[in-house]
C-alpha cells in the first residue's frame, strides 16, 4: 500500500477532514508508549522512527552493529519482519525468504544474527540464548515491551515528518511529543529540510543529542556503476531518495520504476521491466532491499537474475561522540 501523497505536504483539507481520527489514534499510541517495559538481561539499543515508512532505520541499524563488531562485541539483531509471514522467535537462516522473515531481516542477518519475531519479549529470551551481549532492535520504538537503553531516532532530512500529523490524517506513528519522550538521541540521515528542522528544533529544545549521518553508496559500486545507463526500481518508502543517490553516485538513470513499499513482485511486474530493459539497453539495478526480496521467488526468478543491488551504507558523523553515548548508557565498552 503506497502512502497518501498528502502526508508528505502541508496540512490541507484532507488532513483536516481526518484529524479527529487522529486524535484517536495518536491518544491511544501515546497512552501505549508509556507503559512500562521489561529488562531483557543485556543493553538494548533501540533504531527508531517517528513516521510510517522509510527513515533509515536498516542502514543505522548495520551501522551500530559493526561498530559494535569492531570491537569484539556480540550484537543480535531484533526486528518484526514485517511483510513476513513467521510469527518467530526464529533466527533468520541462510535460506530465509523474505515472504516468511520480511526483507530488512534478510539484510540484517549478513552482518550479525538476527531473530525475527512479533513477541519483543520472547525474542530478547532467544537473544540471551544466542549468547549476545547487546541487542539492536531494528525498530520498535513505539513498543514499549523493552527497556531501551539507548532509543536513536532516525530522521530523513528529505521528508522529516511530513505535514506533521498523527495517523491517518499524516505519518506520524504517534504524537512527536510522546515520541521524543523516549527517545535519547536524533540522527538527522541526509540534508535537512523545512520539515526535519521543526524536528530538530524540538529535540534542542528538550536537549537530545543530535548527530548527522548520510547515505553514500559503498565505493566499489560507485566505480563498477559510474556512467552506466540504467532502469532503477524501487519498492521503498521513498523510491526519490534511492533515485537520487544513483545520480550523485554518477549514474545515468535513463528509466525509474516506483513501486508501494515492501511491494511483493509480480510476474508481471518483472516481465515489464526486463522488457524496458532490453529494448532500451539498460542494465536493470535496485536497492539491496529489493534485491532481497526477489530472492527466492520463483515467479521473478528471471527478474533477481538480471537486476543488480546498488549498495550503500549509513555513516554517522560524530562517531566519537556517538561511541560515547553507548558507553554512557549501556555500559559497553564501544
Not at 12 to 38: C, H, N, T
Not at 108 to 115: D, F, G, H, S, W
Not at 197 to 217: N, S
Not at 270 to 286: C, F, M, N, S
Request: proline letters at 6%.
Amino acid at each position: 500500500m503506497r502512502e497518501p501523497p498528502f502526508w508528505w505536504r502541508d496540512a490541507g483539507a484532507a488532513a483536516r477532514v481526518l484529524a479527529p481520527l487522529a486524535v484517536v489514534y495518536g491518544a491511544i499510541a501515546a497512552e501505549r508508549m508509556r507503559r512500562a517495559g521489561a529488562r531483557a538481561g543485556m543493553p538494548v539499543i533501540c533504531i527508531g522512527n517517528l513516521t510510517v515508512g522509510g527513515g533509515g532505520k536498516t542502514p543505522t541499524a548495520i551501522s551500530v552493529a559493526r561498530l559494535l563488531l569492531r570491537v569484539g562485541l556480540r550484537p543480535v539483531f531484533l526486528s518484526r519482519g514485517y511483510g513476513g509471514a513467521l510469527a518467530g522467535p526464529v533466527r533468520v537462516s541462510a535460506n530465509a525468504r523474505a515472504a516468511e522473515v520480511g526483507d530488512e531481516p534478510l539484510l540484517l542477518a549478513r552482518v550479525a544474527p538476527t531473530i525475527v519475531t512479533r513477541d519483543r519479549l520472547a525474542g530478547a529470551a532467544l537473544a540471551v540464548k544466542e549468547s549476545a551481549d547487546v541487542i539492536v532492535m531494528d525498530d520498535g520504538l513505539q513498543n514499549p515491551a523493552l527497556v531501551k537503553d539507548v532509543a536513536l531516532v532516525a530522521v530523513d532530512g528529505r521528508r522529516g515528518i511530513g505535514n506533521g500529523c498523527v495517523i491517518p490524517a499524516g505519518p506520524l506513528r504517534a504524537p512527536l511529543a510522546a515520541q521524543l519522550d523516549c527517545a535519547h538521541a536524533v540522527l538527522l540521515v541526509g540534508e535537512a529540510g523545512a520539515s526535519a528542522q521543526g524536528v530538530l528544533c524540538e529535540a534542542q529544545r528538550r536537549g537530545l543529542p543530535i548527530f548527522t549521518g548520510r547515505l553514500e553508496p559503498v565505493a566499489t559500486a560507485a566505480a563498477e556503476w559510474a556512467g552506466r545507463r540504467v532502469l532503477a526500481f524501487a519498492g521503498i518508502a521513498d523510491p526519490g531518495k534511492f533515485f537520487a543517490t544513483l545520480a550523485d553516485g554518477g549514474v545515468a538513470v535513463a528509466a525509474e520504476y516506483l513501486f508501494p513499499d515492501h511491494h511483493r513482485y509480480s510476474a508481471g511486474d518483472a516481465t515489464r521491466l526486463i522488457e524496458r530493459a532490453e529494448r532500451d539497453a539498460l542494465q536493470l539495478v535496485t536497492t539491496e532491499k529489493d534485491a532481497a526480496r526477489l530472492q527466492g521467488d520463483p515467479a521473478v526468478a528471471a527478474l533477481a537474475a538480471r537486476a543488480m543491488p546498488f549498495p550503500v551504507a549509513l555513516a554517522i558523523d560524530e562517531e566519537d561522540r556517538f561511541r560515547r553515548i553507548l558507553r554512557e548508557r549501556t555500559g559497553l565498552p564501544v
